[in-house]
């Protein structure tokens, strides 16, 4: 997609090299930090499956986490990093519901125009203008677009993104749509070809059941999991959090309040 005449070209950002590195850029441009600990059993942290995605470390992932985990946050929080750091390439979220779709949309759109931290705030305002920013595509000086997109046979047949987020994939309506948006994206330059889904998991033998089921043997493949235990922020005052507890299979008992903390069982 061609930069929109009067947009000024602009090298991409530089990438982070580590998780560290990418650590620091996403706190000091937007101060969100993804949750760093894993602390139920056979979850990941939030902070490795983003990490992962971003090193391009696999071309497909299954990323299932609860409600209200952060889940659009992370995916819009790539979307942007992706489209700054890239050059030229184009990032695509797809959602089974509009609502979902503009939901993404509006996190983008706070990373980009409205960045919180203070790096963000003095070195992203030159690569993004208001007027190249709709519901459905928003451009960056680097050439890269991010696209929104309901997860339809129409929505699913244009574009060609190197980088697919699919949204809320349980909702799908069905199984021929998805297998349309598998065909959407195509590796470009350094940009490889990645797809993907994140979902709630609302129900057995339902897509994400079967995507666990497709590629959670495949090498190439990660499927992750995490729950609010993760996702949690740390907050001031504790006392309401003590009285919420979890049992977990071997027998430790943990209450929010410990994960809080960073006291939590298996954090890291």
Request: net charge positive.
């Amino acid at each position: 997609m061609p930069i929109k005449k009067g947009l000024k070209r602009l090298p991409p950002l530089p990438r982070p090299r580590t998780k560290e590195e990418f650590v620091n850029m996403c706190w000091n441009f937007f101060r969100i930090l993804p949750p760093t600990a894993a602390v139920c059993p056979t979850h990941v942290a939030p902070l490795d499956v983003v990490w992962s995605i971003y090193n391009q470390e696999k071309h497909t992932y299954v990323v299932v986490g609860s409600r209200g985990s952060g889940k659009t946050t992370c995916i819009a929080l790539l979307q942007t990093l992706f489209a700054l750091t890239f050059q030229d390439i184009e990032v695509c979220n797809t959602a089974a519901a509009l609502r979902q779709s503009q939901r993404c949309y509006e996190e983008v759109k706070k990373f980009l125009f409205s960045p919180q931290g203070k790096v963000g705030q003095r070195i992203i305002p030159p690569y993004v203008d208001e007027k190249w920013s709709t519901l459905w595509a928003t451009r960056v000086a680097t050439g890269s677009t991010i696209f929104i997109t309901t997860l339809t046979e129409k929505g699913t047949n244009a574009p060609h993104p190197q980088k697919l987020f699919i949204d809320e994939v349980e909702l799908a309506d069905n199984k021929r749509v998805i297998e349309e948006a598998l065909s959407m994206p195509q590796s470009k330059g350094d940009a490889i070809r990645q797809v993907v889904f994140v979902s709630s998991w609302k129900k057995r033998g339902g897509f994400i059941s079967q995507l666990i089921e497709t590629y959670q043997k495949d090498v190439d493949a990660m499927v992750a999991f995490w729950c609010v235990f993760e996702a949690m922020k740390p907050i001031p005052d504790h006392a309401i959090c003590e009285k919420a507890v979890r049992q977990l299979p071997d027998g430790t008992v943990i209450s929010f309040a410990e994960v809080c903390r960073g006291r939590a069982h298996n954090a890291r």
